[in-house]
């Protein structure tokens, strides 16, 4: 198949390879489409619209303005508000079960919660309708060779494909494979930092047909080395994000642990969740790992460049992962337009430009994880309303 994609390559535009069809992958996709190109998305994964299980990073996650205006520019952003919940505020549940809203910003301004499996999916069905697109799932990427951009990907059953492509667009996530070539080159910059605490998804079922608690707001627990959050979802969950250390998460090792510590810090959540499932759940899945990861530069020559998790996977404190990932799309098609689709050009200049914000942003996110733990009363967070997104 190798032999047969060169050859109908030949009389085409260039061919674009995006690396991961995650969030970032997919719109990415629809930003090369746009454009013209030849685009082939490859993704590890089976189709995750024809899965029964979807695994992913988190349940919901909390689109904001730099995350709408990407989907603007591929005409999917009023498809995807509108099955987002908007969220006007925060909502601190203290400890005695008062509740206070603080707003994101002016009346009338809010940030969605959307589920992730369905916003992958939107993003996967708006690639494919591109005719000049094909999507390769269950393409995992083994290994490429920056020299010739030859990419070598595993199937599950275990055959090779050899491909090339004139551009590799590596968003394949914070274990990037295209970012592994970038660590054996001079001169690249590298850090991963896994903070020490973990996370884990609870559901809360809607009671009596009805939302638990009020919907349209970003709830939050603050206490202090500990805090959970709960975004809603459209069937009338809400998924509840327990951030904790590790060696915290290890110490509760029974059901009635469980119910002891939430009785402790969350008390108003237990018959909100239920005492059996809460009891059930806490054991289903092991508490999961948050990884920092900074690098510079983000491209190799004119033939591969590292945008979203794969370039600046940051802690989910700040809100902004995939959000600063599609504004990378952005950002990238700007320079698109400045140098003519010229790569030698366009790639160096969005390294120039965007490493510094993917920075700050990582940093930003790092920097209220560690306020976060120092400061968990409601006068923070009326402080740092207007700057961020939790
Ligand atoms: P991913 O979503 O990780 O996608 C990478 C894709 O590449 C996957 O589909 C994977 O299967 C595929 N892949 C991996 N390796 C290979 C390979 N070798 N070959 C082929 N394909 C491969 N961000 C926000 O903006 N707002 C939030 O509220 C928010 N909340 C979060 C909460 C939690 C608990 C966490 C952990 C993260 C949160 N984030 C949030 C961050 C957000 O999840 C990421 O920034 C976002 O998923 C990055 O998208 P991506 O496409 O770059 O990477």
């Given at each position: 198949?190798?032999?047969?994609?060169?050859?109908?390559r030949q009389s085409r535009k260039k061919?674009?390879?995006?690396?991961?069809g995650g969030l970032v992958g997919a719109l990415n996709a629809c930003?090369?489409?746009?454009?013209?190109?030849?685009?082939?998305l490859f993704e590890s994964r089976e189709d995750i619209r024809r899965a029964k299980i979807v695994k992913g990073r988190s349940i919901n996650l909390a689109l904001s303005h730099r995350g709408r205006q990407?989907?603007?520019?591929?005409?999917?952003?009023?498809?995807?508000?509108?099955q987002g919940i908007p969220m006007h505020a925060r909502m601190i549940h203290s400890l005695d079960g008062k509740q206070s809203p603080i707003p994101y910003g002016r009346k009338g301004q809010y940030i969605l919660s959307v589920d992730r499996a369905n916003l992958n999916k939107e993003l996967l069905t708006a690639a494919e309708t591109y005719p000049n697109t094909k999507m390769n799932f269950d393409h995992k990427l083994?290994?490429?060779?920056?020299?010739?951009?030859?990419?070598?990907?595993?199937?599950?059953?275990g055959s090779k494909e050899q491909v090339k492509a004139d551009l590799i667009v590596g968003c394949d996530g914070a274990f990037s494979a295209v970012r592994k070539q970038f660590l054996r080159r001079s001169r690249f910059d590298y850090s991963q930092t896994y903070i020490p605490h973990g996370y884990m998804e609870l559901t809360m079922p809607p009671i009596n047909g009805e939302f638990a608690m009020k919907p349209n707001y970003l709830h939050i627990w603050p206490r202090n080395t500990f805090m959970m959050i709960a975004?809603?979802?459209?069937?009338?969950?809400?998924?509840?994000?327990?951030?904790?250390?590790?060696?915290?998460?290890?110490?509760?090792?029974?059901?009635?642990?469980?119910?002891?510590?939430?009785?402790?810090?969350?008390?108003?959540?237990?018959?909100l969740i239920g005492a059996d499932t809460l009891q059930r759940d806490y054991f289903r899945l092991p508490a999961q790992a948050m990884v920092s990861v900074k690098c510079n530069p983000y491209h190799i020559g004119d033939t591969c460049v590292l945008m979203g998790d794969a370039a600046?996977?940051?802690?989910?404190?700040?809100?902004?992962?995939?959000?600063?990932?599609?504004?990378?799309?952005?950002?990238?098609?700007?320079?698109?337009?400045?140098?003519n689709e010229d790569f030698r050009a366009v790639l160096p200049e969005y390294t120039r430009v965007r490493v510094p914000d993917?920075?700050?942003?990582?940093?930003?996110?790092?920097?209220?994880?560690?306020?976060?733990?120092?400061?968990?009363?409601?006068?923070?967070?009326?402080?740092?309303?207007?700057?961020?997104?939790?």
């Open positions: 198949s190798t032999m047969e994609r060169s050859a109908s061919v674009v390879a995006v690396v991961g930003f090369f489409a746009k454009r013209g190109f030849d685009v082939e990407a989907l603007k520019h591929v005409g999917l952003e009023e498809k995807i508000v509108a083994q290994d490429w060779n920056a020299e010739t951009g030859l990419m070598t990907f595993v199937r599950l059953d975004l809603p979802n459209l069937d009338k969950t809400f998924t509840c994000t327990l951030f904790m250390p590790f060696e915290d998460f290890e110490k509760i090792t029974t059901g009635d642990e469980v119910i002891e510590f939430f009785q402790k810090y969350f008390p108003d959540t237990i018959p600046h996977a940051v802690v989910p404190f700040y809100g902004q992962g995939m959000n600063a990932g599609f504004e990378d799309c952005i950002v990238f098609d700007e320079i698109m337009d400045q140098f993917d920075h700050a942003i990582a940093d930003l996110a790092m920097y209220n994880y560690i306020e976060m733990r120092a400061h968990v009363n409601s006068k923070w967070f009326i402080f740092r309303k207007y700057v961020d997104n939790i």
